[in-house]
């Protein structure tokens, strides 16, 4: 990897937010999020497996350790649910620990520590003991890896009472929104789309988000006849569907709806309204996937106002498969506008 | 179940580093009998009160006194933290916990029981089985990092040994050296099914030797062996010296729950034989005869324990139910625009509002 960011982000030392703007990949942008939030925050740790001195599978801890010490960034030993669970311990003490599980998958072996213990803490000790932890988890497919390496598990993860989940899209949302979910009092899976980890794009460091709060969903591409809706790695491939769309005059709005949960249903309200038409796009299999909780959001919203029900183009029932199949699994360009194209042809019986 | 002598019978008691503590006076000595007298009078009211409609359930710990009043009363409330499971609750009226706010738990009051985890110093109530161990090792660790010298000791038991939790934070504690004591109650039973056909190998406390870790395998039933052997264990972990394991042994005198019924998996006659000599009455008649204690203070402590816990029943049914806005409120810190739409829904449709 480039070296460029550490080089400038060793500049930074006093942990002082940047000024301007910088192309940088979601990477280079989820490292300097975890530089200055360890900076800012004496009480911020980064653990997992191989995140210190390798700095992460992905190095999205790269150089961390060597600048914030083995106490505050450090190597567990290799087993999720003991990370998950001695972050509830440091989290009771004070800390606001950001673990890392190395891939999607692997969450599945602290599944009991999530949902049982991580998401309850503050609910069973009646607000005494929040969990203001943020786990980080590598997600989504598309980088022919091995099985349990290209999980989906927003639906999962959204369904546990007293998780949130959030996941960026580009580098400028990685950056942003990081420092956002680190900053809160409660647990936030945060879901790194890891096919979009190299692609550069611009952050710019003065605005967290010019069209509004980090915390809600936000318009990446204004449009009048349907709005795409999506997160993680669909919202760059519903862009280009836009685009390709836009020649053949249809004019799409993508919605990228960043929190999982919450779900922000006042911006699929406000899209759907003007777009009328709406189709929701994701990896993760159909049945009981996201995609239905946002497909009724939307109909109960706007169910005077829809011209088709709500379509539905995601990933299949079906295990997670091998790299050779995966580009079958995951919605193509093609399959999103045959999606595109069945909400604008429907007619009322 | 063997019989072990006391104390620090298992292996390894010289593993640990220091001297031993101070012997325990006269005076604390009666206090850990009027702890113990507390503890079994509430614990045998409990269930009549199972019996009697006022709590729904209850988790009873007779026979495991010595246990757990030793191990709590080793505890310094102003700098250690206690990690319990659902049954100990002679741990925390040894530590000082407030039993009304202890109890409500099987009054279903609130699952986390309504004392303050952060002044009593004892986590919440927990129902997984193994579920709070890693929780210890991760504030033990918390400890370290702020260069404090807080302890953590956390509770599990036979049955929980057999959970892949266990293991994870032993190794954690042992890699980290994490000021933790791990203190398991081998009680005989996991609900029916018994350590032999639970822990391979016949001993927890065995286990630690792979973990490079010391451990104490004490009779459980005495507690004077386990003030001292958690002191130990403490003084160890406070010293830098990394975790400790306690295999306290001893035996679950009653039923898993007040749902359970033992009589199908063990009989009156095992019990008995299984059981040993109830640890309340072995205390009793060593006091008695080192003269540490008389008749009179012990009809003394019944009648203590007798009005403390007419106290305990009366603060339990006086409880009512927590309002309902609190199943909503107490979820997040920051709550969501869905939870407060269903919030007010609720209180529509439910308390017509």
């Known amino acids: ?349 | 179940m063997d019989t072990l002598p006391s104390p620090f019978s298992g292996n390894d008691a010289g593993q640990l580093s220091g001297p031993r503590s101070e012997p325990l006076t006269a005076e604390q000595l009666r206090e850990l009998f009027s702890l113990m007298v507390a503890v079994r009078h509430l614990d045998s009211s409990a269930i009549a009160w199972q019996r009697q409609g006022i709590i729904p359930g209850y988790a009873p710990e007779l026979g495991q006194e010595a246990a757990q009043v030793g191990s709590g009363y080793a505890v310094d409330t102003t700098r250690d933290f206690v990690f319990p499971t659902y049954r100990e609750m002679g741990v925390a009226r040894a530590m000082g916990v407030d039993m009304v706010a202890y109890m409500s738990t099987h009054k279903a009051t609130w699952h986390g029981g309504l004392y303050d985890p952060l002044q009593s110093r004892l986590a919440p109530i927990q129902a997984v089985v193994g579920g709070s161990v890693l929780h210890a090792v991760g504030w033990a660790h918390g400890q370290t990092l702020d260069q404090k010298d807080g302890v953590a000791m956390t509770y599990f038991g036979d049955g929980a040994s057999s959970q892949g939790d266990i293991h994870e934070a032993m190794n954690f504690a042992a890699v980290m050296k994490a000021p933790v004591v791990f203190f398991v109650q081998n009680n005989g039973w996991a609900i029916s099914v018994p350590t032999e056909r639970q822990v391979a190998g016949g001993s927890v406390a065995a286990r630690a030797a792979g973990y490079g870790m010391p451990a104490l395998r004490i009779d459980g039933n005495d507690v004077v062996a386990v003030v001292e052997a958690t002191r130990r264990a403490f003084a160890h972990a406070r010293a830098g010296n990394g975790p400790v394991l306690i295999e306290a042994m001893t035996y679950r005198r009653g039923p898993h729950s007040t749902s359970d019924d033992p009589g199908r998996y063990r009989s009156l006659n095992e019990e008995r034989d299984d059981a040993g000599e109830d640890p309340l009455e072995r205390f009793r008649r060593r006091l008695l005869a080192d003269g540490v204690a008389d008749e009179a203070f012990f009809a003394e402590a019944l009648a203590a324990a007798k009005a403390e816990v007419e106290h305990i029943r009366a603060g339990i049914q006086a409880l009512g139910s927590r309002p309902g806005t609190e199943m909503f409120d107490l979820v997040f810190q920051e709550t969501t625009p869905a939870l407060q739409a269903q919030a007010a829904n609720w209180r529509e449709e439910s308390e017509h509002v």
Not at chain 1, 144 to 155: K, Q
Not at chain 1, 219 to 234: D, F, K, S
């Open chain 1, 1 to 349: 990897m480039s070296n460029a960011i550490l080089e400038s982000g060793a500049a930074m030392a006093d942990g002082t937010p940047r000024r301007g703007v910088e192309q940088l990949s979601m990477q280079q942008a989820l490292n300097l999020a975890l530089d200055e939030v360890l900076a800012a925050n004496p009480k911020a740790l980064v653990f997992g497996e191989d995140c210190g001195r390798l700095g992460g599978v992905f190095r999205v801890t790269d150089g961390l350790q060597a600048k914030y010490g083995t106490g505050r960034v450090f190597d567990t030993p290799l087993a999720e649910s003991g990370i998950l669970g001695m972050s509830v311990g440091l989290a009771m003490a004070g800390f606001h620990p950001i673990p890392e599980v190395q891939f999607d998958g692997f969450a599945y072996p602290a599944i009991n520590q999530i949902v049982c213990q991580i998401a309850r803490m503050n609910y069973r000790s009646r607000g005494t003991m929040p969990m203001p932890i943020t786990l980080r988890v590598p997600s989504f497919g598309g980088i022919r890896a091995p099985e349990h390496h290209g999980e989906s598990l927003e639906a999962l993860f959204a369904h546990v009472p007293g998780l949130k989940v959030v996941s960026p899209s580009n580098p400028h949302e990685a950056y942003h929104l990081l420092k956002y979910a680190a900053a809160r009092p409660d647990p936030v899976v945060f879901m790194e789309p890891k096919s979009r980890y190299w692609q550069k794009g611009e952050v710019d460091f003065d605005s967290a988000d010019p069209a509004g709060s980090p915390a809600g969903a936000k318009v990446m591409r204004a449009g009048r006849h349907l709005t795409l809706v999506a997160w993680g790695a669909m919202v760059a491939r519903c862009l280009q569907v836009a685009e390709l769309a836009a020649e053949d005059g249809i004019d799409i709005e993508v919605l990228d709806l960043r929190w999982l949960k919450p779900i922000d249903e006042a911006a699929l309200a406000a899209s759907v309204r003007k777009t009328r038409r709406a189709v929701v796009v994701h990896e993760a299999p159909l049945t009981s996937g996201l995609g239905a909780e946002v497909a009724q959001l939307i109909t109960q919203a706007c169910f005077d106002t829809l011209k088709a029900p709500v379509e539905r183009v995601t990933g299949f029932d079906v295990p997670y498969p091998s790299g050779d199949l995966e580009d079958e699994y995951i919605p193509n360009i093609d399959r999103i506008l045959f999606g595109i194209q069945r909400v604008l042809e429907y007619k009322r019986g």
